[in-house]
């Protein structure tokens, strides 16, 4: 198996039609699922080439299923973030046949992989907010070490590692165009804390949110360069902040 993208996260919500409120403020285009599957709700949003999935249980889910189980579990925590899909190919390039298969990498978090097909990315309504693509995830990790390692065995390697601070540090591994940020040390366990998404123009960005009545800090210069906004109040215990090149 050869991770060569990320392809979907993950975001576990405890009110299914306000979540799909809450995102679409913030100005996102969703497209929910018509039917309850194995016992979820589901909507999702694009952000290039990264799909950005929100799960709710309907009904009794099917214990046999990690990322089903794994959903449930964060629901009963709040909410947020659960776990990711990698994109693979195997080694002489060739896609694998369409499947998911979970991968021990950090405890509580789930991520599995898939097939890679950008073919399969949905074509939906462009997002008002004028996002482009994922910029990056962060991850907060007990024991950054431990959690480079984990992320270079299953073959994504660290690109470099930062020192953030009193005591902190992060290290930093791309695919594609999307960066996961792991922070650490912190907390007793693995949790995935936020999104920056990359935007045409981050104050439009701003601008759509209060639109519908969220608060949003003004766009700001950003320590990778351009700018940077936040949705105050976290969408589903997830951060979300909006980045422009400008």
């Given at each position: ?8 996260v993950?975001?576990?919500?405890t009110?299914f039609d306000?979540?799909c ?5 913030a100005?996102?285009?969703l497209e929910?699922g018509a039917?309850?599957k194995?016992?979820i709700r589901s909507?999702?949003f694009t952000?290039?080439?990264?799909t950005?999935?929100?799960s709710?249980?309907?009904g ?5 299923n990690?990322?089903?189980?794994q959903?449930?579990?964060a ?5 947020g973030?659960?776990?990711?899909l990698w994109?693979?190919?195997d ?6 046949a369409?499947r998911?298969?979970a991968?021990?990498?950090?405890d ?12 399969a990315v ?6 008002a ?5 994922l910029e ?5 990790v007990?024991q ?7 992320f ?7 690109k ?11 290290a930093?591994f791309?695919?594609e165009?999307?960066?996961f940020?792991l ?6 366990e ?17 601008a759509?949110?209060r639109?519908n009545?969220?608060?949003?800090t003004e766009?700001?210069p950003a320590i990778q ?9 976290p969408?589903d ?10």
């Amino acid at each position: 198996m050869r991770i060569i993208s990320l392809e979907r996260v993950l975001i576990a919500v405890t009110d299914f039609d306000q979540s799909c409120d809450n995102w679409r403020n913030a100005g996102f285009s969703l497209e929910v699922g018509a039917d309850p599957k194995d016992g979820i709700r589901s909507a999702r949003f694009t952000a290039g080439a990264v799909t950005v999935e929100l799960s709710a249980s309907a009904g009794d889910i099917d214990r046999r299923n990690p990322m089903a189980v794994q959903m449930a579990e964060a629901a009963t925590r709040g909410g947020g973030i659960f776990g990711w899909l990698w994109g693979v190919a195997d080694s002489d390039g060739e896609l694998f046949a369409e499947r998911s298969r979970a991968h021990e990498l950090l405890d509580g978090v789930f991520t599995g992989a898939v097939a890679k097909s950008r073919e399969a990315v949905p074509r939906m309504a462009p997002n008002a907010n004028t996002v482009a693509y994922l910029e990056h995830m962060v991850v907060m990790v007990p024991q950054l070490d431990e959690a480079i390692v984990a992320f270079e065995r299953v073959g994504v390697p660290c690109k470099r590692i930062r020192e953030a601070g009193r005591g902190m540090r992060q290290a930093f591994f791309k695919l594609e165009e999307s960066v996961f940020e792991l922070v650490g040390p912190s907390g007793s366990e693995p949790r995935c804390w936020g999104l920056a998404f990359m935007c045409d123009d981050a104050a439009a960005a701003v601008a759509a949110a209060r639109r519908n009545g969220l608060q949003a800090t003004e766009p700001k210069p950003a320590i990778q360069g351009g700018r940077i906004a936040r949705i105050v109040a976290p969408l589903d215990a997830v951060a979300v902040a909006f980045m422009d090149k400008r």
